[in-house]
């Protein structure tokens, strides 16, 4: 199983979470391309830790959107949000080239993860860039069925520290409990989805959920140790970690 993170989300003197402390954690780092989050010094920077530690680099493109951190849909004409995405995820590879490494692999980030519309955006943007790169993103989803459709490589993630709603989608953080902080049910929820393939609702629908890879947010609170935790109860369980590619 791979644990993955959204990382480089700070922007100038102004820091999200430790990166640093994450990348001791987990497999794979989303690390944000500079339109939600992220500037070149820290995308810089995340690529040289995940370097140290042997961690995959993606790209978590998103919406041109610092002020709402990219959770605010944005109405973008194909073909220009097509192109910045293209533009994010070539501005992180040419940073992460200069620390030896490269993207290798692309996850949408906030309102873009769940915006269906733009769905073909993304794939277009992958396949028109390099179309070996995988998508990470939901089973089932809607960008899941195009990556595919398109012969993209599709990694399905669930989130342990995300609440879901009995379609097996995830809740809107607007409502209470979308956000998971408790450690016991974190491990818990990350156990169930690496060793069943599952996830309860959160009215308690027990839903099927493939996943290859779990995804825990390096600005929820105390994220750190929600990670060192999940990561020894998966080792514990003998659930092998590491990353979804080779790249």
């Not at 990470?136 to 809607?142: A, E, F, I």
């Amino acid at each position: 199983m791979d644990l993955n993170a959204d990382l480089a989300e700070g922007f100038g003197h102004w820091e999200l979470g430790d990166d640093e402390a994450m990348l001791d954690v987990v497999t794979s780092a989303n690390v944000a391309c500079g339109f939600h989050a992220g500037d070149a010094l820290t995308m810089r920077r995340v690529c040289a830790y995940a370097r140290e530690r042997g961690v995959a680099v993606g790209a978590q493109v998103g919406y041109r959107d610092l002020p709402g951190f990219g959770r605010r849909f944005i109405a973008y004409e194909h073909n220009q949000l097509r192109d910045e995405l293209i533009y994010q995820i070539g501005a992180l590879d040419a940073l992460a080239r200069t620390e030896g490494v490269r993207v290798a692999y692309v996850k949408p980030h906030g309102a873009l993860y769940h915006a269906t519309v733009h769905a073909e955006a993304i794939v277009d943007a992958v396949r028109d860039l390099d179309p070996k790169l995988p998508v990470l993103c939901s089973p089932g989803s809607v960008l899941a069925t195009a990556a595919s459709d398109a012969a993209l490589k599709v990694i399905f993630e669930g989130f342990a520290d995300r609440g879901y709603l009995p379609d097996g989608s995830l809740m809107p953080r607007s409502k209470a409990g979308a956000v998971v902080t408790d450690t016991e049910e974190v491990v818990a929820r990350a156990l169930l989805m690496a060793t069943e393939q599952r996830v309860i609702a959160f009215e308690g629908t027990v839903i099927d959920l493939p996943v290859d890879s779990i995804c825990l947010h390096g600005d929820t609170p105390g994220a750190v140790q929600l990670g060192l935790a999940v990561r020894a109860a998966l080792t514990e369980a003998g659930v092998p970690l590491q990353r979804f590619t080779t790249v």
